[in-house]
C-alpha cells in the first residue's frame, strides 16, 4: 500500500509560516475569543431552555 | 376532468368561482391569487378531482370520521405564461414557443374541500409573486400533469388546516417537504404525519387545540432525522445583533429557519432575504451580512408564499417579531454560526501573512455549504484562481460542510465581489484553536492540515504566494438560494 501524502505534500510551493506570525492570533483566540465562544454558548442554550417552556402559549393565528 | 381558464388579466381569476365549487373556497382563493401574483400569469388549467396525498392523509385519518361529510377529491390549479394553450379535445398543452412546457410553468396549488382554510399542498413560482424577495431557498419539484413531466423550483405552502393542524404544524410540513425533496437522504412526511409526530403517543383526537410550541416543532424536526437547533433571542429585546447575524447565516446557508413569535402566537418559515443597495457609509467599523440585509421572506399559512417582511415596523409583522428560530440541520455540523461570528473577526491577527484589508473597513459575510459545491464554484471560476490554490481547495479533505467566510471591502460588497475567503471545518469543535481549512486573499494563502494543526498550530500550517491572476478580487459565491427572476 502507497504512503499517503499528506496535506502539504500535494501542493507545490508551500512554506512554513513565520511562527511570531500566528503570536497575536494564538493569544486573540485563547484569551478572547474561545472563552467568549463557550461562554455564548452557554448562554444561548439557557435561552434556548427557556424558550421551550413557553410552549403552552397557543402559536395559531386569531384573525383567521 | 380538465378547465382551462385564459386571463387577460389576473383580476379575471374570479372565473375561478365558476368553475369550482364552494366547499373549496374558491372566492377567497381567486382574491388571495389576485391580490398577489403578478399579470405574467396568463392561463390557468383546473385539475378536477385530483387525488392529493396530503389532504387524503388527514381525511383517512380525520374528516371521514367525522359527522359532516367531506369529499375525498381536491382541486389543482396549474399557472402558465402567455406561450401556453390548451386542446381540450385532445388535451393537450402546447407552448407557442418550443416544446419545454416547463419554462412556461409556474406552479401549482391544491384546494381541499373542507369550507376554510382550503388552499392546501402548493408550489409557486417566487418569479411571478408580487414582491417576492430576491434570494430565496428553493428546491425542484417534479408534477405530472397529463402525461406531462412539469418541474417547478419553488418552496411548498399550504393553509392550516385549523382542527388538525395549525401555523406551526404547516411551517413544519412546508420545510419536510423542502427536505424530502432537495436532500435524497430524507422521506416525505405528511400533513397527518406532521400533527402525530408532534406528540408523544396518540392523543385519540387530532384537534390540536393548543396549538404547537417551539419544543413540539423540535421533536418533529428529529423525528424527521434532522438535528434542530433552537436559537433563542434575549428576553424582552430586540436589540440582540448576534441572534440575527446568526438567523442571517442559517438563511444564506439554504436552510429554512422554522421561526417562532411568541407574542403575535405565530410560527412562520423564513425562506430567503433581499440585500439592500449598497450604501457608502462614512462610519468606519466592520459590518455583518445581517447589516446589509433589507428584508427578510416568509412563508406564512395566512398568505401566498414569499412575503417580505422589513426588519422593524411594516404593516405585517418584521424581524423583530421573531424570537426564537430552529434550523434543522443535517448531520456533521458542529460549529455554529455564533461561534463563527467570534472567530472571523479574529481572522484578522493574520491579516498581515495573507494581506487583509483593514478589519473597520469590511464586511463579512459567512454560511454553510458543502465541500462539493464549493469545489464546483471554483471548478466554474478557475480562471480566478491560482493554479496551487485550485489544487489546494480540489485537495483538502473537507468534510461534508463548511463555513465560508467572506471579507469584502464596501467597493466589493457593491458589485458582488470579495478580497478574501476563509474555510472553515463545520465539524470543528468551538473550543478549536485553528478550526480552519484554508484562508486566502489574491496574493498569499494560509493552508491548513487538519490531521495536525489541533496538535501543533505552527507545524499543522503552511504559506502558499500566489501568483498574478490579473484582478484583485474574487466572486462572491451565491449558490444556496435562487435568485428571483421577476415576471
Known sequence: ???????????????????????????????????????????????????????LEVLIDKDK | MYTWIPLSAIADLAQLTTHISSEYGPKAVAKKLADSLSDAVKSVLIEHDYTDKDYRST???????????????????????????????????????????TDHYYGYMVLRPTGIGTIGRSVLSPDVR???????????????????????????????HRDVSVCAHASCWSMLRHYSERYPVYREFLTHDITMMAQQFNPG???????????????????????????????????????YRQLAAYVDSGFP????????????VVVGYEWRAPVNTAIAGMRYS?????????????????IPIPKSGGSLYSAEDIDTFIVAFPEKIFYPAEAVERLAPALFKLGAVVGLPPQDETILRYFITTGSALRRFVRKRESEFDPQLLKTIMSLPFAQFVWIVEIATEPQWAT?????????????????????????????????????????????????SLSDMGHTTFTRMDQNLRPTQTK
Open chain 1, 1 to 55: 500500500m502507497a504512503k499517503k501524502e499528506t496535506v502539504f505534500e500535494q501542493i507545490d510551493g508551500l512554506v512554513p509560516v513565520d511562527p511570531k506570525a500566528l503570536v497575536d492570533f494564538e493569544r486573540e483566540m485563547t484569551d478572547k475569543v474561545i472563552p467568549e465562544i463557550v461562554e455564548v454558548l452557554e448562554e444561548r442554550r439557557l435561552l434556548a431552555e427557556e424558550s421551550r417552556l413557553r410552549e
Open chain 2, 59 to 101: 381525511y383517512y385519518n380525520f374528516y371521514a370520521k367525522k359527522g359532516q361529510h367531506y369529499r375525498p377529491e381536491c382541486v389543482r390549479l396549474h399557472f402558465f405564461d402567455a406561450t401556453v394553450s390548451f386542446d381540450e379535445n385532445t388535451l393537450r398543452l402546447t407552448s407557442a414557443t418550443d416544446d419545454r412546457l
Open chain 2, 130 to 160: 408580487r414582491g417576492a424577495s430576491r434570494y430565496i431557498i428553493a428546491a425542484a419539484h417534479k408534477v405530472h400533469l397529463l402525461g406531462y413531466t412539469l418541474m417547478i423550483r419553488g418552496f411548498p405552502s399550504m393553509d392550516q
Open chain 2, 205 to 243: 383526537g387530532l384537534v390540536p387545540s393548543k396549538g404547537l410550541g417551539v419544543p413540539q416543532a423540535e421533536r418533529i424536526f428529529q423525528a424527521a432525522g434532522t438535528f434542530p437547533l433552537v436559537v433563542a433571542r434575549k428576553r424582552n429585546t430586540v436589540i440582540d445583533p448576534t441572534f
Open chain 2, 257 to 268: 429557519l422554522f421561526a417562532a413569535m411568541h407574542k403575535r402566537q405565530h410560527a412562520v
Open chain 2, 290 to 306: 445581517w447589516d446589509e440585509i433589507e428584508s427578510l421572506a416568509v412563508v406564512d399559512d395566512n398568505h401566498l408564499p414569499y
Open chain 2, 416 to 464: 458582488n465581489q470579495l478580497f478574501a475567503r476563509a474555510i472553515i471545518d463545520a465539524t470543528a469543535s468551538p473550543r478549536e484553536l485553528m478550526p480552519l481549512w484554508l484562508l486566502h486573499t489574491t496574493t498569499e494563502a494560509l493552508v491548513f492540515d487538519r490531521e495536525t494543526v489541533g496538535l501543533e498550530l505552527h507545524a499543522g500550517m503552511r504559506g502558499l
